[in-house]
């Protein structure tokens, strides 16, 4: 089957498959329980959208694993109708899915649906990425966004799937820390984007930055010996923010000197001792053996010092 913007239940399979990889047992005189390791999702253009709109579903079923500690939203454009796609982009981005449906034409032929078969034939002769989800749209693959997310098939068509897809209207249910940042110059999403912002905002839980420049996912900063492009400084701002939320929800980065495996253990820190009442980041609540290990890591302070000068002057040439 195809990839599209809307289906989420394979970014739900990758997170519940790793968050089973991260949890470490914690055996107490009661019973044995689970520490685990934070995990943040990141996306660009229709990955942001997808994300999001993920993190939407969780959000509102209450299932948002623990794990996740948050999300950053690149280049997202919240409301997606790919018939709004101007020339070129339109031609351009219906090249590329073209050439995906042509290159996994041996699987597709499989299909014995003769409906089917006259839509994938009717669908490598679009070039416009908005005529090609018209005539996919009946075949694609689509999930329930209410727990727990049944899959099915098919959409009415091209209005049902972008409806389904666009995560404005699931923004608001986002319930871990959400970046989302988009430039005022992106000719490719920044109109859909701005026109519902207002979701974004009612949502406390969610950060918006708009920059002047950039365009669609093209925030190339000089470096210091005046070359271009250099660093991405989306991502100086994705690992400030990831540095932020980890140290003001209580994750801390340890060390494992013994098998030189970097580990992310929660320590259980107050929320009242480490945010205000008023803070919407949340807070967890398993309990670690040694709370001040976070000032033992002496490597990883200097690391984060680091990695703060550089973000430091990346800004400053902005």
């Known amino acids: 089957r195809g990839y599209n913007a809307a289906f989420t239940g394979d970014l739900r399979a990758v997170v519940h498959r790793i968050a089973g990889r991260l949890e470490s047992p914690v055996t107490s005189q009661a019973d044995t329980q689970y520490t685990t390791q934070p995990l943040f999702l990141v996306g660009n253009s229709l990955g942001a959208n997808l994300i999001t709109k993920y993190l939407g579903e969780e959000g509102l079923a209450g299932t948002t694993h623990p794990c996740i500690a948050g999300g950053i939203s690149l280049g997202n454009p919240l409301s997606i109708d790919s018939r709004n796609v101007h020339t070129p982009w339109a031609q351009i981005l219906g090249l590329g899915v073209r050439k ?24 490598l002769t679009k070039s416009r990425i908005g005529d090609i ?50 430039s005022r110059d992106d000719d490719l999403v920044a109109p859909a984007a701005m026109n519902k912002l207002s979701y974004c905002l009612r949502n406390p839980n969610v950060i918006v930055v708009k920059t002047g420049t950039g365009g669609h996912l093209g925030w190339h900063a000089v470096d210091s010996y005046g070359s271009f ?8 701002a994705t690992v400030d923010f990831i540095e932020a939320v980890i140290q003001t929800s209580g994750w801390s980065k340890t060390v494992d000197h013994g098998n030189a495996a970097q580990t992310v253990k929660d320590l259980g820190i107050n929320a009242e001792n480490e945010t205000s009442s008023s803070s919407k980041l949340p807070t967890t609540s398993i309990g670690s053996d040694n709370a001040d290990s976070r000032n033992d890591d002496q490597d990883y302070q200097r690391m984060v010092t680091k990695a703060r000068q550089a973000a430091a002057r990346l800004r400053s040439r902005l």
């Open 229 to 236: 492009p250099g660093k991405n400084w989306a991502d100086a």
């Open 133 to 182: 989800d018209e005539t996919a749209a009946p075949f694609m693959i689509r999930n329930d966004p209410q727990f727990p997310f049944s899959v099915s098939i098919g959409y009415d068509g091209c209005d049902d799937y972008c409806r389904d897809g666009s995560s404005y209207r699931y923004v608001s249910n986002v319930s871990v820390p959400l970046l989302k940042i988009n």
């Open 100 to 123: 995906s449906f042509f290159h996994h034409r041996h699987q597709f032929r499989q299909f014995n649906c003769p409906t089917f078969q006259k839509a994938y034939r009717s669908l």
